[in-house]
């Protein structure tokens, strides 16, 4: 493997695991306001990161690719209201698909075909993630300041589950 996508590829995982420990301290400050569905549905954002993780790293392991584990920047603790927080999450996840993308143009750039086969499968991912994050983001603002709303959201979130998301055949 290229030294410039092995490079990029273990930057990738740490950012993966940046990712869910960011979502942890979320699930965490959600669980302090009380809205425990939110605080939930961070925390399987937060397991569904590490998934993201491993899978570059048995890609890594499975490729050839030398494993360089990176250290994992501390997130932040205070956040603000419920929509600055799924804001702050849509920002995060932004950044990320750029990244991804920088990594594909790099890995076209160095004809590395196996690395963009399953980059392609995280484009995809991040568009849906986008697309997850944001649709809470609309529903926080057209909920305002109406505390039953935002409760009922909050028992809607607390309905999420992993199986479909992280299905193998995914
Ligand atoms: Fe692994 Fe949320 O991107």
Known sequence: MKNAVETALNQQISKEFFSAYLYLSMAAFFERLSLGGFAHWMRLQYE??????????????????QVELQAIAKPPSEFGTPVEI??????HEKE??????????TAAKENEYP?????????SEQAEEEKQVGDIVAQLKMVGG????????????????LQAETDPAN
Do not use: C
Request: cysteine-free.
């Open 146 to 161: 109406d505390g039953p709303a935002l409760l009922l959201m909050d028992s809607q979130l607390a309905g999420r589950t």
């Open 115 to 123: 690395t963009q086969i399953i980059l392609q499968w995280f484009i």
């Open 96 to 105: 990320i698909t750029a990244s991804i993308n920088a990594l594909y143009e």
């Open 86 to 91: 799924m804001e702050a999450a849509l920002d």
């Open 48 to 65: 569904e990161e590490l998934t993201h993780a491993i899978k570059l790293y048995d890609f890594l392991v499975d490729n050839d690719g």
